[in-house]
């Protein structure tokens, strides 16, 4: 069974950077793509950035492009999200996932996390 754990949310202030980690259990993460999405109160579940199985291919939102850096290290199962520049409007719970599908569409994820609070301050 596949297992997701991130860490890494907090208190930031606006402008500032955070670092989110996801590690994964299982041996058939270095075959899958890995997602990260995030949802606000009261708002739908959005994406963020995905990466395929060999990094060498990313999507980003366009609320993120230029601030959001997904990357991963397959000797490690974990999955990475840097945040710079952050602002209020980033304030979110995030998630991440993992599927054999490379996509946009959390529906092609058969696999989530717990998440973890991001909140950024003004």
């Known amino acids: 069974q596949v297992q997701l754990v991130e860490s890494g949310g907090g208190l930031v202030q606006a402008g500032g950077s955070l670092r989110l980690s996801c590690a994964v259990s299982?041996?058939?993460?270095?075959?899958?793509?890995m997602a990260w999405f995030r949802q606000a109160p009261g708002k739908e579940r959005e994406f963020v950035t995905v990466i395929n199985w060999s990094g060498g291919t990313t999507t980003y939102a366009d609320s993120v492009k230029g601030r959001f850096t997904i990357s991963r290290d397959n000797s490690k199962n974990t999955v990475y999200l840097q945040m710079n520049s952050l602002k209020p409007e980033d304030t979110a719970v995030y998630y991440c996932?993992?599927?054999?599908?490379?996509?946009?569409?959390?529906?092609?994820?058969?696999?989530w996390g717990q998440g973890t609070q991001v909140t950024v301050s003004s």
């Open positions: 996932a993992a599927g054999p599908t490379y996509g946009t569409d959390g529906r092609v994820y058969y696999y």
């Open positions: 299982g041996r058939t993460f270095s075959s899958y793509a």
